[in-house]
């Protein structure tokens, strides 16, 4: 298949949260879920992809969300593979808080494919996954004043 200009389509955009982040969400706070996951790593330095560095400021600030680690919704989410949660916006109810949103973009990071025999070392995989964490977290620096968060913290978990 082709896109609208005639050329084959070349990126695979993945968003690494899933249902684990959902349970991290709150208002206010600012935390990505990455610091065990690394099969997005993987597969980057078995394709040559490019890693490109996002965040999205305000994201989290849509609804309120009763979800939190450990409590049953949690539970029940991991069991059933699916984000079960409570959450509300305006007045209590389902209508989101209209919150500023802001998306930063990095510069890619350069990735080589693994030519090498077999399986991918941990360290060539823990030195890229480093990488990536830093460039999230100095785009995060780099743009949270900017953007109206000037005395948030990025957690990565």
């Keep these: 298949p082709c896109n609208n200009a005639g050329r084959k389509p070349r990126h695979l955009y993945i968003l690494p949260g899933g249902v684990a982040e959902v349970f991290a969400s709150e208002v206010g706070r600012h935390a990505i879920v990455f610091k065990d996951r690394r099969g997005l790593i993987r597969l980057s330095l078995q394709t040559g992809a490019e890693l490109i560095p996002c965040y999205v400021f305000g994201g989290t600030d849509f609804f309120h969300n009763l979800a939190a680690t ?31 949103v802001t998306m930063c973009i990095g510069e890619p990071l350069a990735v080589e494919k693994w030519t090498g025999e077999g399986r991918i070392p ?10 990536y964490i830093d460039a999230i977290q100095n785009l995060f ?17």
């Design 141 to 157: 620096d780099k743009y949270k004043v900017h953007v109206g968060y000037p005395d948030a913290a990025l957690e990565v978990l």
């Design 70 to 100: 450990g409590n049953l919704l949690a539970q029940l989410s991991r069991k059933y593979k699916m984000g079960i949660t409570w959450f509300w916006g305006k007045f209590g109810l389902p209508i989101p808080f209209t919150p500023k």
């Design 122 to 131: 941990d360290d060539v995989i823990d030195e890229l996954h480093q990488r």
